[in-house]
């Protein structure tokens, strides 16, 4: 079982930065493949990015791919996406998801996932 707190959300100017937090439970945090995905309102939830349960591998969605950087440390039990050069489309609520299973590569469908944080705003003003 794994229990998600996702923290660092706020406002921020176009072209800001913000780096996010994603705090974990759990005994086995460091098995499991972690996930970022954001929805805006009106819009279906959408793939950010994600890391291997090892932190060695990563993917990312075009929308941020040399913007946005994932990593994780198993040590903490925390998993950050650093926002850089961010844009007002990057406005939404952002949430953390674990793997359903351990030992896996991050995924970009939400399915994939079993455990979800509840979210933290980021609002970015043009």
């Known amino acids: 079982q794994v229990q998600l707190v996702e923290s660092g959300g706020g406002l921020v100017q176009a072209g800001g930065s913000l780096r996010l937090s994603c705090a974990a439970s759990?005994?086995?945090?460091?098995?499991?493949?972690m996930g970022w995905f954001r929805q805006a309102p009106g819009k279906e939830r959408e793939f950010v990015a994600a890391?291997?349960?090892?932190?060695?591998?990563?993917n990312y969605a075009d929308s941020v791919k040399g913007r946005f950087t994932i990593s994780r440390d198993n040590a903490k039990n925390t998993v950050y996406p650093q926002m850089n050069s961010l844009k007002a489309e990057d406005t939404a609520v952002y949430y953390c998801?674990?793997?359903?299973?351990?030992?896996?590569?991050?995924?970009?469908?939400?399915?994939?996932?079993?455990?979800w944080g509840q979210g933290t705003q980021v609002t970015v003003s043009s």
């Open positions: 759990g005994r086995t945090f460091s098995r499991y493949a």
């Open positions: 998801a674990a793997d359903r299973y351990v030992l896996r590569r991050g995924s970009p469908n939400p399915e994939d996932y079993g455990y």
């Open positions: 890391i291997v349960w090892s932190g060695d591998q990563t």
